[in-house]
Each structure stands twice: as C-alpha cells, then as structure tokens.
C-alpha cells in the first residue's frame, strides 16, 4: 500500500511517498511568512494549498509510478495557526500563525491562567487561538462576521481535498476552546461566541473522505484515495519518533520543541508545560520554544551567510561562543519562561565577534532552554528522541547532547511529523507498523564528560543571564512553577 503524507509546517510544506518498508520519495515548497508590524506573524492562506499542490507535483515528477499508485492521503501540519474562510472557501484575509503575539492584551481577558490551563491545557498567553479570536472579534469584526468558517492550514487543505470540513482532536486541544475531559467538542462558550464557524472535531485516525473530481484532477490522484484527517505537529513526531516519558521528543524546525506522551488521562506537569492530545492515544505533555530555525533564519538575513555556512562556522567555534551568550526569544520568551515582553538577546557580544559566534550562541541557548524544559517536563530522561531539520546538521547533536548530558538518538527520516501522518494513516487503515519499521535508528550521540563539563560552566552564566534579561522585560510570569 503506498501512502502520500502531507506536513504543512510553517517555513514548508512537506510531501512524502511511503511504501511497506519506509520513506521512497520526498519534497519540499516553502512558504512566505511577513511581519508586517512588530509580533505580528502572518501568511497568505492561498499558498496554504498552493504550496501542497507544488510539493505533490514534485513527487508526482520524481516518482511517477508510485504516485499514480497512492492508496491513503494522511496530515500532519502546524497547530495555533487560523484564517478566516466564507462559505466557498475563500480566504478573509491574512492568515495568523502561531507565533503572532498580537493578542498580549486578550490573553489576560482568558481569566486565571492557572484554571484556564488546568481546563484546557493550554498557557493562556498570546499564541493560544483563544487569544487570537478574541483580537479578531474586536479588530477585524466585519470579517468574523462574514465568515463562515475558522480554520487552520490542515482544516482548508482536506476541505479542499474532500469538500468536508472538519478539524481533528490534536488541533482543537491547542486552541484553549475545548476542555481536556472533552476532546471532541467545543465548549458551550466557544460555540456560543463563533456559532457554527468552528468546524466538527474527528479523531486523527478518521477516514474523512476520498478527493473531489476537482482535487482528483488538480493533484493527479486517483478518485479512491481514503483521506484521514491525520494530526498536529507535536504529536505525530511523538509517534514518529517513539518517543516515551523517559525518552522526549525533541525538535529542531522552525521553533524547537520537548514533548512527552502520556498515558495517563491527567498526568502531573509543571504549570509552564502545555497539555494536548495524543495522534492516536493519551496525552501529550509539551513545552514550546520561541525560535530555533528561524533564529538561524534571522542571522542568515543580517549577515548574507548561507545556511551552511553558518552552521560550518559554528562547528569551528569551541563550546560557549567566545563568551557570547544568546536568547533567541524571537516571539517572546516561550518555554519555560512564558514572559511575551522578553524578547531576543546576546550577551558578551563585541567588535571581535563573527557571525560564526552567533551562530554558536544561538544553537546553545536553543539547547539550554530546551534542557531547562526537559528538566521540568521529564525529570526522568534517560536518552532523548531528535527530530527535526537540524537533527542531522552538526554542531546541533553534540550541543544537544552536551548540554542535556544525554545520549540523543537519531533515525533516518528527520522529518518525523510526516513519518507520525504515515502512523496514523496506518492505523487508520488497519496497518501492524511502528516507528522502528518505518524509521529506524541511525546514529546515537553520546555526551562527552569534556563537553558536559564545559556546558555545565556555560549553563549558569546562561541561567544569570536569563534571570536578567527576564526582569527587565517584566519580570517571569512562570519560570520555576
């Protein structure tokens, strides 16, 4: 049976061809992101679909054969990110990503952010849907008003695909409009305040449909394909990564995440954790950073380096930067800290600094929060699960596993939220498939005493340094909760 998944990430949009045995056939179109005010974080939602009709085409031209052989459509995508639709599915505007913090003020309108996210598992911050609807019911009222649907990148993508609206559980449980104890429903007051905009929720796992005659046309797929509603992010890379409450997931993308599963119906986090649900059971108990890709994205722009030019010069550079220190809280500081006015910083930097310093100082201060979040969320680790375009791109593994001062795993597809949408389509089809078969390990990264010890040094300069920076935008709202 072959299977075509479908990431719609925020910097791309990913599609890959899947066999028995594992990965065949993979691409790639990237997405616009503009900023047009400070926070402010938005994309065109017609490249939403624009940009999975390119990237399939790209796998229809590499793989010609096996794509007219596709069986099961399956999603991952990007959760906390919107637009508002008419009935004809028509963009109302811009779309806002999950990194917009525009809504600063509505969050505090959410009440006590200790209920709200004991009731919905979500931080009642800027990033939260919640938030972010309420901006739109007082700044862009005339479009709610005309709107017939509120949907994300995936929610348009297999409406476009199907003719069927519908979200699925993974997403509703990030948008702080569905309680933890009831994952396939909209409260009571999120139906009253958006009627019936807000699309049915169905499980990850649920066969929504087969493509239209347009869609059929359009993407060259063949009028039977079963298409399953599939799942956020977060938890397909769980599921793709095998992650466990003793081995996190932890990402490097766009923004650098730590996740952990959980069985348990109501397991104990800390309050800077973020609940949601899992693909296809239990909970997932997360920690969202602020940037990681893209704050490498950002030095990319301010210094004419490539990419991997930057990370070249990074590798050169010996641990701790030359004494740079960087917080790279390019949409607020995020996990652990949740303090929305502290935002991107180095630390120690002087006129004999490179790019190639900064490079290094930002990798590292991604791998310090992400430690500070795996301290919190897994005090038990025992090795940690790398996913992520930056999984395979040295110096992120060493760093990683330095600074955590654990073994960090890798396995062949670093893209495991595709590899999660592969998963579920399994289930959904009745498939006996893991993560192992269809993505197995390929490197383990073993912590040097040397490195670790370095790290170590480094770490609690970081952690003063934090401490400053945090109260001077405010002061922490959560850190240490």
């Given amino acids: 049976m072959i299977i075509l998944t479908i990431d719609l990430g925020t910097s791309a949009t990913k599609a890959a061809l899947w066999d028995e045995s594992g990965l065949v056939a993979l691409s790639r179109t990237s997405l616009t992101t503009t900023h047009p005010r400070p926070g402010w974080a938005e994309q065109n939602p017609d490249e939403w679909w624009n940009a999975l009709v390119d990237a399939c085409m790209q796998l229809r031209d590499e793989a010609a054969d096996m794509y007219r052989r596709v069986a099961v459509v399956a999603f991952s995508a990007a959760r906390e990110t919107f637009a508002l639709f008419d009935a004809?599915?028509?963009?109302?505007?811009?779309?806002?990503?999950?990194?917009?913090?525009?809504?600063?003020?509505?969050?505090?309108?959410?009440?006590?952010?200790?209920?709200?996210?004991?009731?919905?598992?979500?931080?009642?911050?800027?990033?939260?849907?919640?938030?972010?609807?309420?901006?739109?019911?007082?700044?862009?009222?005339?479009?709610?008003?005309a709107a017939r649907w509120i949907l994300t990148p995936k929610d348009v993508a297999i409406a476009r695909l199907t003719g069927e609206v519908v979200t699925d559980t993974t997403l509703a449980s990030r948008t702080g409009l569905v309680a933890l104890t009831s994952p396939d429903a909209w409260t009571a007051e999120a139906r009253a305040i958006y009627a019936d905009r807000l699309p049915p929720i169905v499980t990850p796992s649920t066969v929504v449909g087969t493509p239209t005659a347009a869609a059929v046309k359009q993407l060259a797929l063949a009028p039977t394909v079963a298409v399953v509603a599939g799942a956020g992010d977060r938890a397909c890379e769980v599921l793709g990564t095998g992650a466990s409450d003793v081995a996190p997931m932890v990402s490097w993308g766009t923004t650098a995440n730590v996740s952990v599963p959980h069985s348990d119906a109501a397991p104990r986090a800390p309050q800077v954790a973020q609940l949601s649900q899992g693909a296809l059971s239990g909970l997932v108990v997360e920690a969202g950073l602020s940037a990681a890709g893209a704050a490498l994205g950002w030095l990319v722009g301010?210094?004419?380096?490539?990419?991997?030019?930057?990370?070249?010069?990074?590798?050169?550079?010996?641990?701790?930067?030359?004494?740079?220190?960087?917080?790279?809280?390019?949409?607020?500081?995020r996990a652990p800290w949740w303090q929305p006015g502290a935002h991107a910083s180095f630390v120690g930097l002087t006129s004999g600094h490179g790019p190639g310093e900064m490079a290094r100082a930002i990798i590292e201060g991604v791998a310090f929060d992400v430690a500070r979040c795996v301290e919190l969320v897994a005090p038990a680790t025992i090795r940690i699960m790398l996913t992520g375009g930056g999984a395979a791109l040295d110096p992120w593994p060493t760093v990683a596993a330095g600074v955590c001062a654990r073994p960090v795993v890798r396995r062949a597809v670093t893209e495991a939220g595709s590899v999660g949408a592969r998963l579920v389509a399994a289930a959904a089809c009745g498939e006996d498939v893991d993560a192992d078969v269809v993505n197995p390990v390929v490197g383990i990264d073993e912590p040097a005493p040397e490195l670790v010890a370095a790290y170590q040094e480094v770490r609690a300069r970081a952690d003063g340094a934090a401490a400053a920076l945090l109260e001077l935008a405010g002061g922490p709202e959560s850190a240490g909760t």
């Fill in 88 to 145: 004809r599915l028509q963009a109302l505007g811009p779309g806002i990503l999950w990194s917009d913090t525009r809504a600063t003020e509505e969050a505090r309108a959410l009440g006590d952010p200790v209920e709200f996210r004991a009731r919905t598992g979500v931080v009642a911050g800027a990033g939260a849907c919640a938030a972010k609807l309420a901006w739109a019911a007082q700044h862009r009222a005339q479009d709610l008003r």
């Fill in 302 to 333: 301010v210094t004419g380096w490539t990419h991997d030019q930057l990370l070249d010069a990074a590798s050169a550079v010996p641990p701790g930067a030359a004494g740079v220190l960087s917080f790279p809280w390019f949409a607020g500081a």
